[in-house]
């Protein structure tokens, strides 16, 4: 029991005394002078005070940067290695600014990593050259990103870059273009100088004829100076003009008011930039040694040609470190080493030729925007409104093309220009012949004239303008020039690219082919693409009456109507009870059902029109009657149901159901189809895999423009045209014979065009979102897309199907055939008549010379026997005589 005690008495007097060896990390640094040392030292303490981890403690080394670099690299030879650095951090030499070029040269071989404050050139961001340098300031070349987001702000698109032509300005030319192209920014002119001549009003002379007013200016201090001076001369630095300049240039004492520089805040800082390099070392090694073990040591001298292993991993840890509170700011690196989110201020000369802070830029506590302008700021000229950025001419030449109802022409009348149709505005437009060069001389008016004059008064964008109609007029497709090789760009486009018109006021499709090479607003009017084509209707002919049943069922029908008659006549010709009465009959019944009364009421009954006599008397007659005239009833009713139905299907309909009929999919010679030459329309088809045969099948049946391919679909040269919606919708209402077919396809907008980066194109972008906002491009609209959709063409088309001439013809010929037949039956009656009365006469004349010989005859027999009786009494008479 005592043992135990003892052990445990032992063991915890000794427990105390194993204490672990932390890891020593000696950090290495060459300054600018002994204060900058002390910092140094101080900062380093820091580390261990409180301790930023117990099991790591940080040593520190200095030396005095020499301005031999020879010299510099001898010193971290003798004294820096022999201390066995694990980090370096360089500055500069007191007595200059040369970089550190040599201590990054002698540390890289051995793979110490490096950390810059001072150093800026664009040089120490190659990987390859100087592969463990890191900085905590940014390169000059990073001053791009802010005229980068200035440019963003003050809307500019289109500028002038001046640079130098060594190293540092080829590095900030190739980052601008890095950061401009994703943006749309257009460098329409770079400048490039050699430093440390006395005159360059060579160069700037450019400056003059270009269209940009906006100035990028990368020079050092000297440079820049020169550069002043001279574009002073050349009127280069007053009103209209933007300079943009880097922090060297700004610092020229003859640096002109208005012109906006960048300022690196704590740029200079030496102290901050100490702290806060040590800071980031010292965290980046806490995280190192927790992670991994670090197996070698650094080279102690540079005899030494060992390469050190854990070097590049220091790199990528002290790279990976971010510091948040540090006195500069948040303190990270980016991909090559250079500071990444460094803060600059945005300085602006003003009236008074003071500096004064207009803005930031750079990540700042709390986060906000990148760009943060806070202030008023003066321009060139000392006014304080923002230029436009370009040469403006308030004057502007537009090009358009006749195109129904947007540009509708005609001519003037003694030179003036009338007002004619439903719009407000009529402007003069003169078009020159391309082939023949003769100007004449139009009036334009329509859609676009009116959106043109809206657009371009003074509560919009405010410039006045000049028509022309496009020369070929063609509204702009990239074609071959001559069968060569060469393409370039017909129509209003063409024209618009050869600066021979400063805008494209037209109903101009905006397409990916255009957009490549100009400007487009936003859309003025949306549309699609739709089919015309001419109404076809149904041949009428004189038999159309009788289309609602077939041929068969009417022979049918005509058939069963003499079958019935002759069966009622039978029936009731030998019924007990039937009307038939014997020709000997003395009777005194009324006249029995010949086989002529029969038809008639068969007929009648059919027809559905009176019958007044000759009806069946016979049960067994009326029976078969009765039924007859349910057949009837069903026949009637269903001719009645088909003629409308006919009526219906008469209609004038569209030959073609869309897109996607099968006479545009697979075509043949006897259905034409196209579009307009060199059009927007071409170009889709152009563009689309699946339309590829449509587009190979109109291409040769193109026409020139949109009023030609009409006219030939109302001629029948063309069965089908393809074109905008708006101009075809316009058409088929005043057309009755023309009709849209099928669904809207292949839709799209309809822009005002620009040349690239133009500075009207955001002005007049928004005046047209505010006409649309206001209603006026409705109103457009109503006026003259739909103001004739007021015509009986609707009306007509949802009219109730009606009978015409052409429908009941036959009705009216086979009436007039009843007639012709009557009149010619009338005279066969008189002449069977006359034959008959002849007869007649002949049998009665017969009959009296029959009649008088027989009187004759009985007269004499009546006289004979008379004579007879006379004689035989006076015989008698002469007895008696005698006798008595």
């Known amino acids: 029991m005592k043992m135990h005690c003892v052990i445990l008495v032992i063991t915890a007097l000794t427990v105390p005394c194993v204490v672990a060896v932390p890891k020593v990390i000696t950090i290495g640094a060459a300054l600018s002078s002994e204060r900058n040392e002390d910092i140094f030292h101080a900062a380093v303490a ?55 070029i040599s201590v990054s040269y002698t540390c890289g071989f051995y793979q110490i990593p490096v950390i810059g404050i001072a150093a800026r050139d664009s040089a120490f961001s190659d990987q390859v050259v100087h592969s463990t340098f890191l900085r905590t300031v940014p390169p000059l070349f990073q001053q791009a990103n802010v005229w980068i987001a200035l440019l963003q702000y003050f809307e500019w698109s289109q500028v002038i870059l001046i640079h130098s032509s060594d190293e540092e300005g080829r590095a900030i ?47 050092t201090l000297e440079d820049a100076e020169t550069i002043f001076d001279d574009s002073g001369n050349l009127g280069l630095i007053g009103e209209d003009f933007a300079w943009l300049v880097t922090e060297q240039a700004f610092d020229a004492f003859n640096a002109p008011v208005g012109i906006l520089g960048v300022h690196l805040i704590n740029g200079t800082n030496e102290e901050a930039h100490i702290r806060d390099s040590v800071s980031v070392i010292g965290h980046a090694f806490v995280r190192l040694l927790k992670d991994r073990n670090i197996t070698d040591d650094p080279p102690a001298q540079c005899k030494d040609m060992k390469t050190w292993r854990d070097g590049p991993t220091i790199v990528k840890y002290i790279q990976s470190t971010r510091l948040e509170n540090g006195v500069t700011g948040v303190v990270t690196f980016n991909e090559v080493g250079d500071r990444s989110n460094p803060v600059y201020e945005i300085q602006n000369i003003n009236q008074y030729d003071k500096t004064v802070a207009i803005g930031f830029y750079g990540d700042t506590k709390p986060i906000v925007e990148p760009l943060r302008m806070d202030n008023q700021i003066t321009w060139p000229g000392g006014v304080m409104t923002k230029p436009k950025g370009q040469k403006l001419s308030r004057n502007l030449t537009i090009v358009t093309i006749a195109e129904k109802p947007f540009v509708e022409t005609h001519l003037p009348v003694n030179g003036v220009c009338e007002k004619k149709g439903p719009g ?63 393409r370039q760009w017909n129509g209003m486009v063409g024209e ?17 082919e255009r957009a490549k090479f100009i400007d487009f607003t936003k859309p003025f009017k949306y549309q699609g693409l739709t089919i015309l084509v001419k109404k076809t209707r149904k041949d009428s002919s004189l038999g159309s009456f ?56 068969s007929w009648g009954v059919l027809l559905n029109s009176g019958i007044g006599e000759g009806t069946p008397r016979s049960f067994s007659a009326r029976v078969l009657g009765m039924v007859w005239a349910g057949f009837a009833m069903i026949i009637v009713a269903s001719y009645t149901a088909n003629l409308a139905a006919f009526l219906v299907l008469d209609r004038p309909e569209t ?86 077919a099928g669904e809207l396809f292949g839709r799209s907008g309809l822009g005002i065009g620009l040349l690239k980066n133009s500075p009207w194109t955001h002005a007049v972008s928004l005046a047209i979102l505010s006409l649309h906002e206001s209603g006026f491009m409705e109103e457009l609209d109503n006026v003259w897309i739909l103001a004739e959709s007021s015509s009986d063409c609707e009306l007509r088309d949802l009219a109730p199907a009606t009978l015409g001439l052409t429908n009941m013809a036959g009705v009216f010929m086979m009436v007039a055939g009843g007639i012709v037949a009557g009149v010619c039956l009338i005279f066969v009656e008189i002449g069977y008549k006359r034959h008959r009365g002849l007869k007649d006469k002949e049998l009665e004349l017969a ?19 008379t004579w007879q009786i006379l004689h035989r009494l006076k015989k008698s008479k002469d007895a008696d005589i005698v006798y008595l």
């Open 496 to 512: 618009l690219l050869k600066k021979q018109a400063d805008m494209i006021v037209a109903p101009l499709t905006i397409n990916p």
């Open 46 to 100: 820091g580390l261990n005070n409180p301790p930023l981890d117990p099991n790591v403690y940080f040593n520190s080394t200095a030396i005095p940067m020499d301005s031999n670099p020879i010299r510099s690299a001898l010193d971290v030879c003798d004294k820096l290695l022999p201390q066995r650095v694990f980090t370096v951090i360089a500055s500069h030499p007191n007595s200059s600014d040369q970089s550190p």
């Open 655 to 740: 030959p073609i159901s869309g897109i996607d009929d099968p006479r545009l999919r697979n075509p043949n010679d006897k259905f034409k189809y196209g579009t307009v030459k060199g059009s927007a329309v071409e170009m889709y088809f152009k563009r689309q895999v699946e339309l590829s045969t449509m587009y190979r099948t109109m291409e040769d049946k193109n026409a020139p423009d949109a009023s030609t391919a009409i006219d030939r679909v109302r001629t029948g040269d063309l069965q089908a045209f393809i074109w905008d919606s708006p101009r075809l919708d316009y058409e088929a209402a005043r057309d009755c014979d023309l009709v849209t």
């Open 546 to 601: 009788l289309q609602p049943f077939q041929d068969t069922l009417w022979i049918l029908v005509g058939l069963s109507v003499h079958v019935v008659a002759l069966v009622l006549y039978l029936l009731d010709r030998f019924s007990p009870f039937g009307r038939f009465k014997l020709a000997k009959s003395d009777e005194t019944e009324e006249d029995a059902l010949n086989l002529s009364s029969a038809m008639w009421f």
């Open 424 to 486: 407000k505005e009529v402007f003069h437009c003169l078009h020159e012949n391309s082939t023949t060069g003769k100007v004449t001389e139009y009036c334009c008016t329509g859609y676009c004239m009116d959106m043109l004059a809206a657009i371009a008064s003074a509560d919009q964008v405010n410039f006045t303008f000049t028509i022309h109609l496009s020369r070929d007029g063609l509204y702009g497709s990239f074609e071959r020039v001559n069968g060569t090789k060469e």
């Open 847 to 865: 009959r009296n010379a029959a009649d008088r010989w027989r009187g004759n005859i009985e007269k004499r027999r009546k006289l004979r026997e």
């Open 173 to 219: 030319l190739s980052q601008f273009q890095t950061l401009a192209e994703p943006l749309n920014i257009k460098l329409e002119k770079t400048i490039k100088y050699t430093p440390g001549e006395r005159n360059y009003s060579g160069q700037l002379s450019q400056i003059i004829k270009a269209q940009s007013r906006v100035v990028l200016l990368s020079a």
